[in-house]
């Protein structure tokens, strides 16, 4: 079982950057795919970027290509969100999330979720 604990979210102006990050406890923190979901108002959770176990894959989801980069340190057991020239449309909540089998971006497919941080970009 793993626990998941995000933090770095807050209010920026379009154009702007802000780090995501989410802290993983447990021992097998190796053993899990890591991935990034949002959910604004009124609309379902979507996949925005994911890191696989091993082997060092990245998946993103076409709005963020170039925008937003994902990575993973196994020694401190955390998975980051650099996300650069924010738009307003990346206004949500942003959670963290962990599966024990490969990348997958469908969130009904994550065993487990942190609480989420709100990210708010004004234009």
């Known amino acids: 079982q793993v626990q998941l604990v995000e933090s770095g979210g807050g209010l920026v102006q379009a154009g702007g950057s802000l780090r995501l990050s989410c802290a993983a406890s447990?021992?097998?923190?190796?053993?899990?795919?890591m991935s990034w979901f949002r959910q604004a108002p009124g609309k379902e959770r979507e996949f925005v970027a994911a890191?696989?176990?091993?082997?060092?894959?990245?998946f993103y989801t076409d709005s963020v290509k170039g925008r937003f980069t994902i990575s993973r340190d196994y020694v401190k057991k955390t998975v980051n969100l650099q996300m650069d020239s924010l738009k307003p449309e990346d206004t949500a909540v942003y959670y963290c999330?962990?599966?024990?089998?490969?990348?997958?971006?469908?969130?009904?497919?994550?065993?487990?979720w942190g609480q989420g941080t709100q990210v708010t970009v004004s234009s």
């Open positions: 890191f696989s176990r091993t082997g060092g894959m990245t």
């Open positions: 999330a962990a599966r024990l089998r490969g990348l997958a971006d469908y969130a009904g497919n994550y065993d487990y």
């Open positions: 447990g021992r097998t923190f190796s053993a899990y795919t």
